[in-house]
């Protein structure tokens, strides 16, 4: 057991959950060190968790007419704990060479996530349970498994229907397929942890939607992230020191990036009432009117001027705005 995250025992279970995320803290900061994420990092789950914390205490008053304030309590930390928690495992398809752009089996990440996550409670429970703690203090098993939930509910696929003439998404189309599912769920953790993941856009807007975006373009492609950092392309002359690409190369691969953000955009709109069909009407109401307030046309109107999307756009303005949309990130490159 690893004491150095706690040094009191707990007197209610959310100090017991902010004993875990002092855990789930300091294991995203060194999975960050080990693997070179600037998108999977501590910044980004601690959106998550604030977007989740918002969405959570917007439909509290609802979800409060079927559930005890106590359950309600537990939940909602439960919500941060997954939220904080749901990247802290980064897996990289092994097979792509270095030259190649990293890939994520689909689902291993958030798998190995919520094990590793789960095994760190078991232990914890087990210490705590020799201090002759309330039992509500611990980890109960029905939480454990609304954990393993919410942390899978998170995985991303690309939709097989994507691109039919019958359907409005784009062949590149990703998805949460839990947000999908018709079966009950075991609680409204889930769907809040999968809704706050990908809700960059919808509830903090275009210029975190953009700098996401393009963070997670340079986490898979580090070549790029040393490009955009280092200055080794010299904008202003149109020289570039890389010898793995060429500039017809590199202009290609950022305008597909640009237009995958625009689509991707679009996506988050058109699937939002899909997304949210399985919370009650009310809640539903107050998704669409007091939190998700970025997904109209006037916003993707805004995103398409902003991103440099054109045939004609040069290299240099597609660096720059590379640059500029992330300067604040540039140090984690």
């Given at each position: 057991m690893?004491?150095?995250?706690?040094?009191?025992?707990?007197?209610?279970?959310?100090?017991?959950?902010?004993?875990?995320?002092?855990?789930?803290?300091?294991q995203i900061r060194q999975e960050v060190k080990n693997k070179r994420l600037c998108y999977h990092n501590l910044t980004h789950a601690l959106a998550v968790k604030r977007r989740a914390s918002i969405i959570f205490g917007a439909i509290k008053p609802i979800l409060s007419q079927k559930?005890?304030?106590?359950?309600?309590?537990?939940?909602?930390?439960?919500?941060?704990?997954?939220?904080?928690?749901?990247?802290?495992?980064?897996?990289?398809?092994s097979s792509i060479s270095a030259h190649q752009p990293r890939k994520h089996l689909i689902g291993l990440s958030e798998i190995q996530t919520a094990n590793k996550l789960l095994q760190y409670i078991q232990n914890l429970n087990q210490e705590l349970s020799t201090h002759h703690l309330n039992s509500a203090v611990l980890f109960s098993d029905f939480d454990q498994l609304i954990i393993r939930d919410a942390i899978t509910a998170t995985i991303c696929k690309n939709d097989p229907q994507?691109?039919?003439a019958s359907y409005t998404f784009s062949v590149h189309s990703i998805y949460q397929p839990y947000l999908y599912e018709s079966d009950a769920k075991i609680s409204v953790v889930g769907s809040i942890v999968a809704l706050a993941d990908l809700g960059a856009l919808g509830i903090d807007g275009v210029d975190q939607y953009i700098q996401?975006?393009?963070?997670?373009?340079?986490?898979?492609?580090?070549?790029y992230g040393k490009l955009i950092a280092d200055d080794c392309f010299l904008v202003n002359q149109q020289q570039s020191c890389y010898d793995w690409a060429d500039e017809n190369q590199i202009k290609d691969k950022l305008i597909a990036m640009t237009r995958f953000m625009f689509s991707f955009a679009q996506e988050r709109r058109s699937r939002f009432e899909l997304e949210i069909a399985g919370f009650a009407p009310q809640?539903?109401?107050?998704?669409?009117?007091?939190?998700?307030?970025?997904l109209s046309p006037e916003v993707i109107n805004k995103i398409k001027a902003r991103l440099p999307i054109q045939e004609n756009v040069s290299l240099a303005e597609l660096i720059n705005f590379l640059r500029d949309s992330i300067n604040s990130n540039l140090d984690i490159l």
């Amino acid at each position: 057991m690893e004491h150095k995250y706690w040094n009191q025992k707990p007197s209610s279970f959310a100090e017991t959950v902010e004993l875990v995320e002092n855990y789930v803290r300091a294991q995203i900061r060194q999975e960050v060190k080990n693997k070179r994420l600037c998108y999977h990092n501590l910044t980004h789950a601690l959106a998550v968790k604030r977007r989740a914390s918002i969405i959570f205490g917007a439909i509290k008053p609802i979800l409060s007419q079927k559930h005890s304030a106590e359950k309600l309590q537990r939940w909602e930390s439960l919500t941060d704990l997954c939220a904080i928690a749901h990247d802290m495992v980064q897996l990289f398809d092994s097979s792509i060479s270095a030259h190649q752009p990293r890939k994520h089996l689909i689902g291993l990440s958030e798998i190995q996530t919520a094990n590793k996550l789960l095994q760190y409670i078991q232990n914890l429970n087990q210490e705590l349970s020799t201090h002759h703690l309330n039992s509500a203090v611990l980890f109960s098993d029905f939480d454990q498994l609304i954990i393993r939930d919410a942390i899978t509910a998170t995985i991303c696929k690309n939709d097989p229907q994507a691109g039919q003439a019958s359907y409005t998404f784009s062949v590149h189309s990703i998805y949460q397929p839990y947000l999908y599912e018709s079966d009950a769920k075991i609680s409204v953790v889930g769907s809040i942890v999968a809704l706050a993941d990908l809700g960059a856009l919808g509830i903090d807007g275009v210029d975190q939607y953009i700098q996401d975006g393009i963070l997670v373009f340079l986490e898979n492609n580090l070549a790029y992230g040393k490009l955009i950092a280092d200055d080794c392309f010299l904008v202003n002359q149109q020289q570039s020191c890389y010898d793995w690409a060429d500039e017809n190369q590199i202009k290609d691969k950022l305008i597909a990036m640009t237009r995958f953000m625009f689509s991707f955009a679009q996506e988050r709109r058109s699937r939002f009432e899909l997304e949210i069909a399985g919370f009650a009407p009310q809640a539903r109401q107050i998704l669409r009117d007091k939190i998700f307030l970025h997904l109209s046309p006037e916003v993707i109107n805004k995103i398409k001027a902003r991103l440099p999307i054109q045939e004609n756009v040069s290299l240099a303005e597609l660096i720059n705005f590379l640059r500029d949309s992330i300067n604040s990130n540039l140090d984690i490159l």
